[in-house]
């Protein structure tokens, strides 16, 4: 059943993306990042939730070699250059941030897809599914505006006077 691998598909996903955003909840602890981060991975474990049950409603088992390899992946991406030697950084922040609006984009597509079978496929409730796409487009809107801030965070000089050509002093 090609729905089943799909839905299978997505739970990887969204089993990657509540430990990359709980990971990422806590290196930002005690900051508006941190608390954007916990709120987001709460409605990612409720999304999932929902999706397990969906696949329930269908009869769509889990893939346990796909879970198991979507956890795996997310520990491994921790090993990726981001500027410093050891601990967090900026650039680990909007990667990370960058990363989930991907996965919330992909969620979404997800859900707009469920809704276009939902009349083939009667076991799917539409208004659920339509709360779902709801908030999958505000997890978009506010993750973008986070992924914004955090990437002026990481990419911006800081404010030092800069020569004006090549050759010329700050001092």
Do not use: C
């Given at each position: ?14 089993t ?79 990667l990370?941030l ?10 979404l ?14 076991r ?14 505000q997890?978009?809107e ?5 992924r ?12 030092t ?11």
């Amino acid at each position: 059943m090609l729905l089943g691998i799909y839905l299978n598909d997505h739970l990887a996903g969204a089993t990657l993306a509540r430990e990359l955003a709980s990971r990422s909840a806590r290196s930002n602890r005690g900051t508006a990042y941190g608390d954007f981060l916990e709120h987001l991975r709460v409605e990612i474990d409720e999304d999932r939730g929902s999706l397990l049950a969906i696949m329930e409603v269908l009869g769509v088992g889990e893939d346990r070699l796909k879970l198991a390899t979507a956890w795996a992946l997310e520990k491994a991406g921790r090993l990726k250059l981001n500027g410093r030697l050891l601990g967090y950084s900026p650039y680990s922040r909007a990667l990370e941030l960058e990363t989930l609006r991907l996965g919330v984009q992909g969620k979404l597509a997800m859900w707009l897809a469920l809704r276009h079978i939902q009349p083939a496929e009667p076991r799917l409730e539409r208004r659920a599914i339509d709360a779902l796409i709801e908030r999958a487009e505000q997890q978009a809107e506010h993750l973008e505006a986070h992924r914004l801030r955090a990437a002026a965070d990481a990419f911006t000089p800081a404010a030092t006077p800069q020569p004006d050509r090549v050759g010329d002093s700050a001092a």
